[in-house]
């Protein structure tokens, strides 16, 4: 299998979900982890609507930190599964995944008989 293109939308893909992150989290080098910021639009003093406003805002930033990191980590075990040789593999079964299904999402770690799985 050429690998190259899978790599190079990998790659594309991957920096665009950092540049994203790093709009809205810090990146904790002790945790390896992306920890959401909270939004510095709403500075100075605030009242009890501003408090749930900033809070229900920082709940929303944290889920989709959530979100673009479980993304940006099944990118770099794709990565890493270019290097290693073992890209396209099924984690389960260990067969090729189908091509469609990596075309449509080449950080796919199962083939779509066992996607679902846990």
């Known amino acids: 299998m050429n690998t190259k293109s899978f790599k190079e939308k990998l790659e594309i893909e991957k920096k665009g979900l950092e540049?994203?992150?790093?709009?809205?989290?810090?990146?904790?080098?002790?945790?390896?982890?992306?920890?959401?910021?909270?939004d510095q639009?709403?500075?100075?003093?605030?009242?009890d609507n501003d408090a749930a406003d900033r809070f229900e805002n920082f709940e929303e930033?944290?889920?989709?930190?959530?979100?673009l990191q479980?993304?940006?980590?099944?990118i770099n075990i794709a990565?890493?599964?270019?290097?290693s040789n073992t890209f396209g593999l099924c984690e389960v079964?260990?067969?090729?995944i189908e091509a469609d299904r990596l075309e449509a999402n080449p950080a796919a770690r199962k083939d779509k008989t066992h996607m679902n799985e846990q």
């Open 79 to 83: 990565l890493g599964k270019i290097e």
């Open 19 to 38: 540049e994203e992150l790093g709009q809205i989290a810090i990146f904790n080098t002790e945790t390896n982890m992306w920890d959401a910021t909270p």
């Open 70 to 74: 479980a993304r940006l980590i099944d």
């Open 41 to 47: 639009d709403m500075m100075g003093e605030i009242d």
């Open 93 to 96: 079964c260990n067969q090729p």
């Open 61 to 67: 930033r944290s889920a989709m930190v959530t979100t």
